[in-house]
């Protein structure tokens, strides 16, 4: 039955790329943008220096690019208007850019006659593509971001037909949220999404959020499930692969270690505000106290350790009885085989999102090099 499961899992991943293949897709890129309003922002290099702030227009009202038109509403926050980025005049390979910042809001609307079923956004500094909107056939499409979105180029499926499959293996564990701090095995989540942990073979990396609605309970997957634990010295955190997070005392990432006793391995643990804040029991090198919090990086929402102020804390939530990782057999065997997000078999992936199948379990992973 599991297997049977997973071939469908598989067979759904190579017929939403043939799907995807068989639509129309329009390729959209900001440089080519026209009528653009808004208030222009003279470019302004640092004194003594070419490099500065490049011309662009913030707040940044409308624009066209073809026959498609975009129009933009700031939200709350009036330092963070949406804005249109032109290079510096001493960077010749720079590259123009649409910015939307938290709670901004854009509509696309597609030329008189047609449809689309997905979008997908290239940032300017990154070439992870991040998929804004994937789902029935509309004319336009309102995105609100809820973090940081960079965009130089746009690609959108056009056509009537079904929406592209999401390849995105749905969560197997349950999940409750907790407003009291618990030992045991539990999973942290954003209003973004729950995070997992990095890549079994890395000794280093980011909790990268998987998107998802929040809710009092919640699926995850298995290497969404960390383990607390209380010592003497301070809590440990343990991953999904028994590997003892820490913090190295200088990079803004984890490290991966065997034993409590390597690295900055223990922390301290309370609640606030129906939160969890999770401080490490050393400092930053300014005397500053370091604790684990959620930030928008290339488009990519992630949990890591930071020394600044009032960044967001996630909300904790304590795995099910019975749905635990304990109680999940292993089932992921062999080597593992890479698709691209539109069923393509990949040898070497580069930076970006895959589908990872690994014996009978397939799920995406973030790839960087």
């Known amino acids: 039955m599991l297997m049977k499961k997973f071939l469908l899992s598989l067979a759904t991943i190579i017929l939403g790329g043939s799907m995807i293949a068989s639509a129309e897709e329009v390729v ?10 808004g208030t222009d ?22 624009l066209e690019i ?34 939307i910042y938290k709670d901004n809001k854009v509509t696309i609307t597609a030329p008189n006659g047609v449809k689309f079923n997905k979008i997908v956004a290239l940032p300017d500094n990154s070439t992870t593509a991040v998929t804004i909107y994937s789902g029935e056939a509309v004319p336009s499409y309102e995105l609100t971001a809820t973090g940081t979105v960079r965009i130089n180029e746009l690609k959108i499926t056009t056509g009537e ?14 999940v409750v949220k907790s407003t009291e701090l618990v030992e045991g095995e539990v999973a942290f989540v954003f209003e973004q999404g729950y995070v997992s942990t990095f890549a079994e073979d890395k000794t280093y990396g980011y909790w990268m959020a998987t998107a998802a609605t929040l809710a009092d309970e919640m699926k995850v997957t298995k290497d969404a499930v960390f383990k607390i634990a209380k010592t003497d010295a301070g809590y440990t955190i343990t991953d999904a692969y028994g590997r003892i997070m820490g913090w190295d005392g ?48 290339n488009s990519d929402y992630e949990m890591c350790p930071t020394d600044r102020a009032d960044q967001t804390l996630p909300y904790l939530y304590v795995v099910k009885a019975g749905s635990g990782v304990s109680e999940i057999e292993s089932v992921v065997e062999g080597e593992a085989v890479y698709y691209n997000l539109q069923g393509v078999k990949v040898a070497e ?20 090099k």
């Open 349 to 368: 992936p580069e930076n970006g999102l895959y589908i990872r199948v690994q014996g009978n379990k397939a799920i995406k992973v973030l790839v960087r």
């Open 161 to 174: 037909g079904a929406a592209p499959v999401d390849p995105t293996p749905s969560g197997d564990i349950s």
């Open 250 to 297: 200088s990079h803004w990432s984890f490290n991966a270690y065997t034993a409590a006793t390597e690295g900055n391995s223990l922390w301290n643990i309370a609640m606030v505000d129906g939160k969890v804040k999770i401080v490490n029991t050393a400092k930053s090198s300014a005397g500053n106290e370091v604790y684990l919090c959620g930030k928008v990086y």
């Open 41 to 62: 922002v003279p470019e302004k290099p640092a004194e003594g220096s070419n490099n500065g702030q490049a011309r662009h227009i913030q707040p940044l009202e409308s």
């Open 66 to 99: 073809g026959e498609w038109s975009f129009t933009f509403v700031q939200g709350a926050n009036k330092t963070t208007a949406p804005a249109y980025y032109y290079p510096m005049s001493t960077n010749e390979k720079g590259k123009n850019s649409v910015r």
């Open 28 to 37: 959209l890129n900001v440089k080519d943008a026209v009528n653009i309003k």
